[in-house]
């Protein structure tokens, strides 16, 4: 088992909602060996037993802040809980943060854990990402990588 887990959540035939899954397909190869992969689609609730024994978990989603598609945001899940209102920030709001909670309660919450999201643009019935939201995955791959600490990462093949 990797200590690091990359988490992509997201629903892949609602358009920009799948970008989580999008992103782990193009993370494929790009990544050093030691960091660990999952398409978490929506289904959060089964995630909890990847997250144990974990040092650090990157969760890749789409969310609706109201800012230009594409935009990409870096937070930690305690720094949505404190600015948080009624309005969910998530398009999966309520699974990332459950998961969280659960893991934490069962003491089997990583050391670090990280949301890296899109803005999204399109939420319609689709398995396509609009042009902003999949040009903005390159630019998740390589926040990725500084978050990981990867300094001296060869990346592998552009598209």
Same mark, same amino acid.
């Given at each position: 088992?990797?200590?690091?887990?990359?988490?992509?959540?997201?629903?892949?035939?609602?358009?920009?909602?799948?970008?989580?899954?999008?992103?782990?397909? /193009?993370?494929?190869?790009?990544?050093?060996?030691?960091?660990?992969?999952?398409?978490?689609?929506?289904?959060?609730?089964?995630?909890?037993?990847?997250?144990?024994?974990?040092? *650090?978990?990157?969760?890749?989603?789409?969310?609706?802040?109201?800012? =230009?598609?594409?935009?990409?945001?870096?937070?930690?899940?305690? =720094?949505?809980? *404190?600015?948080?209102?009624?309005?969910?920030?998530?398009?999966?709001?309520?699974?990332? /943060?459950?998961?969280?909670?659960?893991?934490?309660?069962?003491?089997?919450?990583?050391?670090?854990?990280?949301?890296?999201?899109?803005?999204?643009?399109?939420?319609?019935?689709?398995?396509?990402?609009?042009? =902003?939201?999949? +040009?903005?995955?390159?630019?998740?791959?390589?926040?990725?990588?500084?978050?990981?600490?990867?300094?001296?990462?060869? =990346?592998?093949? +552009?598209?």
């Amino acid at each position: 088992m990797s200590d690091f887990l990359v988490i992509g959540i997201g629903n892949p035939i609602m358009s920009d909602d799948g970008l989580g899954v999008h992103a782990v397909r /193009y993370l494929e190869g790009r990544l050093p060996d030691n960091v660990e992969l999952i398409e978490g689609s929506v289904y959060c609730a089964d995630l909890l037993p990847f997250l144990e024994n974990r040092r *650090k978990v990157v969760f890749i989603d789409g969310v609706d802040a109201g800012a =230009e598609p594409g935009t990409i945001f870096r937070f930690s899940p305690d =720094e949505v809980r *404190k600015r948080k209102g009624i309005e969910p920030i998530s398009l999966h709001d309520f699974g990332i /943060y459950e998961l969280i909670t659960a893991a934490r309660l069962l003491d089997g919450c990583p050391g670090e854990i990280t949301l890296l999201a899109v803005q999204v643009k399109n939420v319609e019935v689709g398995e396509e990402l609009s042009q =902003e939201v999949l +040009e903005a995955i390159p630019r998740v791959h390589k926040l990725l990588l500084d978050d990981l600490g990867v300094t001296d990462y060869d =990346e592998t093949p +552009e598209d």
